[in-house]
């Protein structure tokens, strides 16, 4: 453990010397430091490389440690909160259907465009990566669908069972059309009306799905209750449940990353969970500008350039990492790229979780102060938006988030070194395997670093 504390001590120095940069989402700023951008990341990859190699040349066995739980939330608290919590969020799930519609159609000033795409979607990704994820609690759907069982008396399902053929992919279709199109590419988040429209017509789905299949449907075709799932497996808390409530656990980062996900559908939708996150942040980049309309003048067609842009790269990356799973079993003398791809694809996620929090932290603060004078507005008197970013300078924006990048590279290797040397028979045949995905990550460090060092283009 001194070692990897050593790694991470390495890590933290690299913040202090970022090179001349625009800050990615703090527009028109500028700062200097030291040394070029190029050295930043050829530091920041050599970084990742060289945990890797320090992991192959220990050649622990396991890098996932147990902890003891720290104390034990009781039941009637953890029932209070849980009940309180549903009935909070499912308010707001109404204020937004009815704000949306009937409220002031200016985004910064109506419940329904602060509250779903920054507090909601972002704020909720986020407390999942720190605690694991609170869905199951919060979800507005499963409270309108355990409100009709209520009614009827026992569960509904119109069906015998949730077809097994679907797997994960109404998930990976609805993250996809809703955060990676809807929030990305169109003005949907910028109308009210439009984001309650998307918001009902969204929960009227997964409540059919539910009546049609069960509690099952949630599982599998909710695009938020599989996201939050999945970043949930980078929290450094556990709740484990106990007789005398839920005890609380505090583990390494890694650890619910060494799991294997339970079918190749789940590897398209981690991926598209890493790939989106950068996405969103490349639209703000020139270099965006450039190739888009570059595309449209080529190809000769309109706003739908950039939802094509979007799936093309959806495409590459999912085939790059499918590559690798080949490659790697390739190297390591085995066979089977899909289980490969499925053990390994949980070892991303910390990639992503790292990217969601650098990329969306400022946007959900700053949102939850909007948020809380428009809630305080709309029940008692107008109030100005809270500022909660006056701490906030350009540099310490920009040096966390090359910290929180590379942590959760850090974070990655160490996943995959560990589900490396359990999956394979022989320490050797684990090294060879691992290669390919520590060269991907190398590569996507860099990558990551040079999209937010790009300037903002409104």
Known sequence: MDKRRTVFIVLVALTAFVGVTSAHQIQSSRFTAPIPLSLLFGGAGVTVAATAAWLAITGERSTVVRTQPVFVI???????????????????????????????????ENFATVFVWAVWFKGVGLLAILVGSPWRVLSPWRTLYDGLVRIEGSDIALFDAYPSWLGYWPAFGG????????????????????????IAGY??????????????????????????R??????????????????????PPWTGCTRPIERFGLVAFVVATVYTVSFDGFTNTPEFQSLLFGLRDL????PGTSVLVYVLGLAGFIAAFV??????ETVSGSGGWRGTAVAFAPTILPIAAAYEVAHNYPFV??????????????????????SLLWWLSVPVFWGSQVLLIVAGHIIAVVAAHSVAVERYETLSRARRAHLPLVALMVGYTVLSLWIISRPVVS
């Open 365 to 386: 603060v700053e949102r939850l102060g909007r948020l809380a004078a428009v809630a305080w507005s709309l029940a008692v008197s107008p109030m100005e938006p809270i």
């Open 74 to 108: 009781p039941t009637n608290l953890a029932t209070l909160v849980r009940y309180g919590a549903r009935a909070v969020f499912f308010g707001g799930f109404l204020v937004v259907i009815v704000r949306g519609f009937f409220g002031p159609q200016i985004a910064a």
């Open 175 to 198: 993250f996809v059309v809703g955060i990676g199109i809807f929030e990305n590419l169109t003005v949907v988040p910028r109308s009210p009306a439009a984001t309650a429209v998307v």
């Open 323 to 328: 590559g690798v799973s080949m490659a790697m």
């Open 230 to 251: 999945l970043f949930g497996r980078v929290a450094p808390v556990e709740f484990v449940a106990a007789d005398d409530g839920y005890r609380v656990v505090f583990r």
């Open 203 to 228: 929960a009227a789905a997964m409540v059919l799905g539910a009546v049609a299949f069960g509690r099952e449907w949630f599982r599998h075709a909710d695009a938020l209750s599989v996201l939050y």
């Open 299 to 302: 190809l000769a067609t309109g």
